[in-house]
């Protein structure tokens, strides 16, 4: 089986962090901004910081958007991270509304100010995942993740749902369909809870 893991540059993401918990889970990791390279498919992992529209014109104007669209259509795996995962949904309203990629039905919505929590959402916080989910086999439920975001994602499918957490509401806070995942924490923060969830992708 390959070992191999393409990580995409837009330009935001917190790239040497996440090529660091890949290597060290056995992954051969080349970070490009290529579209030609994306198009190639296998495994892509798209990770992102900071504001929803900064990430999706970094991944127009790499012209990384029609690859990405293609590798997953055609069955390769794509694992989002973060602001990667909420572009993975059909829009942001975050800076007014925000196309996404659109492989997710669903919105990326701003916390609700309640009394007693802090927005943005900064810290460990636990994981309640689906039953038998691929990407987070092996976790027992209640394990803890690293996170740092004010928005998060409201899947209008159910069954997208691989785990959620609660902060001031239930979220998604992780995503299956298919060939494509996300992930709203930061696994290559999270110690060996995100060591793990990285290397059952690499083994998928």
Request: glycine residues 12%.
């Amino acid at each position: 089986m390959s070992k191999s893991i393409t990580l995409i540059d837009a330009g935001t993401g917190n790239l040497r962090s996440v090529h660091k918990a890949l290597q060290s889970v056995g992954a051969e990791v080349a970070v490009t901004d290529d579209p030609r390279i994306v198009q190639r498919g296998g495994r892509l992992v798209l990770p992102g910081v900071g504001a929803f529209g900064d990430f999706m014109r970094g991944l127009r104007e790499r012209g990384l958007v029609e690859p990405l669209l293609l590798a997953v259509q055609r069955g390769d795996l794509l694992l989002g991270i973060c602001v990667g995962m909420q572009a993975l949904f059909e829009v942001s309203e975050e800076l007014g509304e925000q196309a996404g990629l659109g492989l997710l039905r669903g919105r990326v919505l701003r916390f609700p100010d309640q009394p007693g929590l802090k927005v943005p959402h900064t810290g460990w916080n636990q994981l309640w995942p689906r039953p038998a989910d691929p990407l987070l086999d092996g976790l027992p439920a209640g394990a803890y993740a690293y996170f740092n975001h004010s928005f998060y994602c409201r899947a209008d499918e159910p069954e997208d749902i691989a785990a959620e957490t609660e902060y001031g509401l239930r979220y998604a806070s992780a995503v299956h369909r298919d060939n494509l995942f996300g992930v709203q924490f930061h696994p290559e923060k999270s110690q060996q809870v995100g060591l793990h969830i990285l290397a059952n992708f690499l083994h998928l």
